[in-house]
């Protein structure tokens, strides 16, 4: 290939030299190659396709939800008990079994609905992933920051997401289009009062506690089984912005909270949460007014107290944006022994998503790159070849052999765990059903009567100003729920809207609505 001398060669300059990625030395990084100074580009100048093609290859599409986040990095260390019990009883998970043992994490903090570089002081819910990179393989905890979910079937996911993500004609997001989704999922109400109140905008990712919400299962070396929640909770506290706070914030930075978490990490102002379970015997429960499987739903904490399990302290940042953010992958499905699953209908959804997605989003193989990996415990599968495939599995130590059974070499199967699960026996037809116990307005209303006086009024503030921009019909069936849940919040609501005490007194449940009998009281009662 002729070269053409770099006019700022030969400046005495002792850095490596630049090459393309066949390591050919670049000689010429500012010209491409033409016929004459002026003339036409050839076509066969290897260096330049490359860059040019590489460069229109570099994004990967970004996350279907999520998309907007920061990782970071430390460990988790374990108390070792559940409470002041040996924490063995419930679950022989190894992480969480020897006091002070610590364990690698990465955790990613998100936004939800907008894209990749949108505004960090949004009204919207918070991811907290977390994944440990322990001695039995990666487990993965992906929660949020307000403890509940929209809905409690997975096959409605698609439909919420549409509802708050933009508008497809104008992409601007509508509150019509939210709204007239949830004034006909009930079950969201309990996650709508939480995601208009302060809670909403957390002030940054430092002050605001994660929750696993769905319910997953411990299992003991017995093979007992009990049902569990996690709550992380910050040692910095808890901060929330008003929507008046937020619009300062964005107006000057629209990244403020992954420039906060990641100054304050450099600074070693190291942040910490304590993680926090709730349990309960693996049944259904008949004497509670909710369901165990709702993820709509928190377990009351005088009957379910939480218990400490350990602290999560955050001590290092990305060493690469998009290595170590965009590439990190977290599912529902990541699990170690001595965690398992429950039945809950959004958990098993969500358990397929995470995978699907990223098999499209990052590729089949995205379980090689060096931020998912499991790196503390021994990979050797017999999964080969795809697309970037680097790591042949475990072809070193058996090249021949990439199936299972073989006499002939190659890794075996595990001993089998002592005791198989003890869980509940199902027996049940196929069927498409919701949740006997739906009780979708109890625990909202309870929540807004502990909020404090200015956060219900910023609640009132931020539910009229979104409802006067939807259709009579919505913001009618809007102030139904509300008035289900308290009543004070549906009269406020509706005076904010223009409708009287006696326009909200004769509003009617939705067309087909099933109430339960304390719903029905509720509404006799309402007039
Ligand atoms: C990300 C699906 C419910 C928390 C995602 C992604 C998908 C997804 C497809 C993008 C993942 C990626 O590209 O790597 C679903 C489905 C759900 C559901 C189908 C319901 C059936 C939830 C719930 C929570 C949650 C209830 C909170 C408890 C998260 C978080 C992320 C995420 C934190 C971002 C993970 C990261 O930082 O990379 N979800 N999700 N999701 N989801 Fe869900």
Redesign the pocket.
Known sequence: MAATPHNGAGRGDDRPVLTDRQGHPVYDNQNQRTVGARGPATLENYHFLEKISHFDRERVPE????AR?ITAFGYFEATGLLGDEPISRYTRAKLFATPGKRTDVAV?F?TVIGGRDSSEAARDPR???VKFYTEDGNWDL???NLGV?FIRD?IK?PDVIHALKPDPVTFRQEPARIFDFMSQTPESMHMLVNLFSPRGIPSDYRHMQG????TYKWVNERGETHLVKYHWLPEQNVRSMTAADAAKVQAGDLGHATRDLQEAIERGDHPQWRLVVQIMSDEEHPELDFDPLD?TKTWPEEQFPPRLVGRMVLNSNVSNFFTDNEL???GTGVLVDGLDFSDDK?LV??TF??SD??RY?VGPNYLQLPVNRAKNADVRTNQRDGFMAYDQGNAEESPHVNYEPSILGGPREAPAPGHDEQGPVINARLTRKRLPRTNDYKQAGQRYLLMEPWERDDLVFNFTDALRQCPRPIQERMVWHFLMVENDLGLRVGEGIGLSPEDVAHLEPLPGQILDDEELDRLANLG
């Open positions: 996350r279907v939800v999520h986040g990613r998100s991811g907290f992933a992906v929660g949020n979910f997975a996911f929750f696993g919400v769905n993820d990190i992958a977290f959004m959804g969500r998503s995470y997605t990223q989003r």
